[in-house]
């Protein structure tokens, strides 16, 4: 097996780095492991710059595989990388729409044996990567509001966040386009937006149930449930993953989607962005090589 290049979060605490120790044993088993830690961004390109062509394994959650892979990207080096993942994060649903175990010594075991395949990227108008999921909308006010709860109370911090939104949700008035169609007009109030590249946002919410990081497509999910009967609605039914299937719901797939109109906040990866007024997102398929269940 090709020797590795194990990236973790500096500031990681006592159980990730005893996780961490669990993860290495096993990988040190198969190859040669280099351990670096980054806590930035300069950090992070001069470990990447020496990394020669090892694989790069990623300790963390969805933001730091999303650090990595938009170093990569940025750097022009992303076709040529093998990625894996220790999933250590908080939500950590890019693993969980890919299976990758969320016990560490199994994920470790999944970076020796697994299959390596091509992986989607979502790139945007100006450069920035999506690796799982961006949203728009009550979503990314959630996301907002969960901030604070998620440094103290983990996972848990998602709900708190997504019941405060809740109370008083932003409707915004968008045009939404996918693949030239125009599925949102400004006359009609959004609930929310979501790009999906994989499934699942905050923790396991199956935000874009069908979506497939292999597929060469964006899933696209538009909410136009704004009256109060109609966000209950909305909830019980995303709690359940039927979501999509409401009246008042268009989930479709495309290769492009443009978003404009009112200003409005983005939630990509577990990281906020905006005001925005217009933005424009394409899949780029098979991006970058990653190992998955087989």
């Keep these: ?55 790069v394994v990623v300790v963390g959650g969805d933001g730091s595989l999303h650090a990595v892979v938009a170093a990569l990207h940025r750097r022009q080096e992303l076709p040529g990388t093998v990625l894996g993942l ?36 979502i790139v945007d108008c100006v450069g920035e990567v999506v690796v799982n999921n961006v949203h728009i909308g009550v979503g990314a006010e959630a996301s907002r509001k969960a901030d604070k709860w998620k440094k103290r109370l983990g996972r848990v911090g998602y709900g708190i966040g ?37 499934p699942n946002v905050g923790g396991g919410t199956e935000l874009n149930p069908e979506a497939d990081p292999e597929d060469g497509k964006i899933d696209v999910m538009v909410s136009f449930a704004v009256g109060p009967l109609a966000r209950f609605g909305y909830g019980f039914g995303l709690s359940k993953g039927e979501h999509h299937e409401r009246d008042d719901v268009r989930y479709l797939r495309g290769s492009t989607v443009s978003v404009s109109g009112q200003a409005f906040y983005c939630s990509a990866d577990g990281e906020l962005y905006g005001p925005e007024r217009n933005r424009t997102w394409h899949v780029e398929k098979g991006a970058f090589s990653m190992v998955l269940p087989r």
């Design 86 to 121: 220790i999933p250590l994060g908080t939500g950590n649903d890019f693993a969980r729409g890919t299976d990758i175990p969320l016990d560490p010594e199994e994920a470790a075991r999944l970076v020796v044996r697994g299959q390596v395949r091509p992986v989607d990227l």
């Design 162 to 198: 997504a019941a405060m939104a809740s109370v008083n949700p932003p409707f915004v008035r968008l045009r939404v386009e996918v693949d030239g169609e125009v599925v949102a007009r400004f006359d009609q109030p959004v609930l929310q937006v979501a790009l999906g590249n994989g």
């Design 1 to 55: 097996m090709d020797p590795l290049l194990l990236i973790t979060n500096a500031d990681a605490g006592t159980n990730d780095a005893e996780n961490v120790e669990k993860a290495l044993a096993v990988l040190r088993e198969a190859t040669d492991v280099e351990v670096c830690s980054t806590s930035n961004q300069g950090e992070l390109d001069g470990v990447l710059h020496r990394r020669g062509g090892r694989r």
